[in-house]
């Protein structure tokens, strides 16, 4: 079956390794065909009008919320090293306190 570019639904891109600077220059080339269409009317003209506010909106909504997503991996990043390092110390401290007790029970006994 083929999709409205010709294209076989085998041949379509995984939506998931789309990225997102493609999508939104997606969205912009989209915005520039409805400027492209020849208006007659009135009516025309404010439905294109119209088709060209929601792109931008719709663009500009998934832009901030790439960027939301951006900033929440980030910090999911941040607050993940922060814990292994938390952790790293924690398993040292832990280490040392049998090293010690080891030792202690080894000279006492």
Known sequence: MDNARGHGIEKLPDPWLFDSISLLQELDNCREAVTRIPVESQEAFFASNAAISRIWDLRERLRELLALHRQMQANWVASH?????????????????????????????
């Open 81 to 109: 090293t922060a814990q292994e390092s938390l952790q790293a110390q924690t398993d040292e401290a832990h280490k040392t306190a049998r090293r010690r007790r080891h030792y202690r029970n080894t000279w006492a006994g």
